[in-house]
C-alpha cells in the first residue's frame, strides 16, 4: 500500500463500497511512503467518489496485509 493508492472503503451502512484514496501513511507516528505485507500503519483516507460528502480524512488502523487481500479481491471482482 503507498500514498496516492485508491482503494474500496467499506462495507458501508448499504453494504457497498466507497473509492477512497490513501493521502497519508504513518508508523510509530513517523509519516512513510508505503506498508508492506505484515506490517501496521495509520492511513489517512479520503474520499474520491462524486456526489459523496467530504467529511475530512478518514482515519484507519489497517495492517497491510489486509489492504492488499482486499486490493485483490477488488481486481478479481473486477475480471467476472
Wanted: some cysteine; hydrophobic content about 45%.
Amino acid at each position: 500500500v503507498e500514498v496516492g493508492q485508491s482503494l474500496l472503503w467499506g462495507p458501508t451502512p448499504e453494504g457497498g463500497f466507497s473509492p477512497v484514496r490513501v493521502t497519508c501513511i504513518q508508523r510509530s507516528h513517523v509519516p512513510v511512503r508505503q506498508i508492506a505485507p505484515g506490517q501496521t500503519a495509520t492511513l489517512a483516507l479520503q474520499s474520491t467518489a462524486p456526489g459523496l460528502p467530504h467529511s475530512g480524512s478518514k482515519q484507519a488502523l489497517l495492517t497491510a496485509a489486509a489492504v492488499a487481500q482486499a486490493a485483490a479481491a477488488e481486481a478479481a471482482a473486477r475480471e467476472a
